[in-house]
């Protein structure tokens, strides 16, 4: 397994059409991917949207991300640079 | 096993809104449909768009009705059409349903997702001041 952390950048937060994005991205890895919002204690699959939305997370939001697969590292890289390039909205 | 189809019955344009709003978020959904019901439709001018949706989607795994009231026309029109294992319906229709079963996957059953479009949209409605700590002012 792997641990990453990542803040939410993009000034919309994770809304439903940056959410749209990771779910895509996160989609086309078969690992497992958790996200954890620890200053509420939510958690998030990756792969849902609607789980995700559920995060409400706005914009200066920390997430803990945690992967378990056979592709965990290059999910883990792909989805942090994600969320480093506010999902192309900045 | 094929992907159980949607339709969305609603008064007014609703149904249409619902589902273009879904589509920008998720992308095309070609196996779900809208039906708009005008205020002065014909019943069985209602009744046959229904049948036309349901048919259109269906392709052997159910279709789920997703309209937008309890009592409405919509609801009771699309209710002429409730089979087993082939046609469920779901009322009080948001975006956070459509959405899920825009996403759902191949191997859930129709009553199965029925089960799970009607949690999703109970679960996702939310007073929001009780979640989030106001925003202080800068």
Known sequence: MVKGTVKVVNPLGLHARAAAQLVKVAGSFSSTILLHRSDSQLNADAKSILSVLSLAAPVGTVLEIYIEGNDEDEALNRISLLFKNGFGEL | ?138
């Open chain 2, 1 to 138: 096993m094929n992907k159980v189809g949607g339709v969305i019955v609603s008064h007014g344009q609703v149904a249409t809104e619902l589902l273009a709003a879904a589509e920008a978020v998720v992308g095309e959904l070609s196996h779900i449909v809208a039906v708009s019901i005008g205020w002065h439709d014909d019943v069985e001018l209602a009744k046959g768009e229904i049948q036309r949706a349901i048919e259109q989607v269906s392709e052997g795994s159910g279709v789920l009705v997703m309209t937008d009231m309890f009592g409405g026309t919509p609801t009771n029109i699309s209710a002429m059409f409730l089979k087993k294992n082939e046609v469920e319906i779901v009322t009080g229709v948001n975006l956070p349903m459509v959405i899920k079963l825009a996403s759902h996957n191949k191997e859930t059953t129709l009553s199965e997702l029925a089960e799970l479009v009607e949690h999703q949209g109970k679960q996702a409605i939310y007073r929001t001041s009780s979640l989030l700590e106001p925003q202080s002012e800068k």
